[in-house]
């Protein structure tokens, strides 16, 4: 079975940093992709960041330059690397793995994938 879980987030400051991290159990790091989803109040779900089984990275514009996605394979782990950070970035943050996927930032569709209950990053003086 797969699951995940987020942890990391929390109260920043405007152009401070946050490192969110998702583990992952039941899943072979090289065959998922591993997808970051955020959902600001009143707003859809959409898609952050993604890295795919082969080790491919993509960014939804806005983050671009700001966030980094990366892997520790041995921990099962993806990280989140959020710099510079804006009050628009202020959302709940949700990691999603999955087999089946597509090259883009949000590569794994909603209904599909197994999701995280989200941690929550407010960026705010």
């Known amino acids: 079975q797969v699951q995940v879980a987020e942890s990391g987030g929390g109260l920043v400051a405007p152009g401070g940093s946050l490192r969110l991290s998702c583990e992952a159990s039941?899943?072979?790091?090289?065959?998922?992709?591993i997808g970051w989803f955020r959902q600001a109040p009143g707003k859809e779900r959409g898609g952050v960041s993604c890295?795919?089984?082969?080790?491919?990275?993509y960014y939804e514009d806005s983050v671009k330059g700001r966030f980094t996605i990366s892997r520790d394979i041995a921990k099962n782990t993806v990280y989140l690397q959020m710099n510079s950070l804006k009050p628009e970035d202020t959302a709940v943050y949700y990691c999603?793995?999955?087999?089946?996927?597509?090259?883009?930032?949000?590569?794994?569709?909603?209904?599909?994938?197994?999701w995280g209950q989200g941690t929550q990053v407010t960026v705010s003086s």
């Open positions: 999603v793995a999955g087999p089946t996927y597509y090259p883009d930032y949000d590569c794994i569709p909603e209904g599909f994938g197994s």
């Open positions: 039941g899943v072979t790091m090289d065959s998922y992709a």
């Open positions: 890295i795919t089984g082969d080790g491919s990275t």
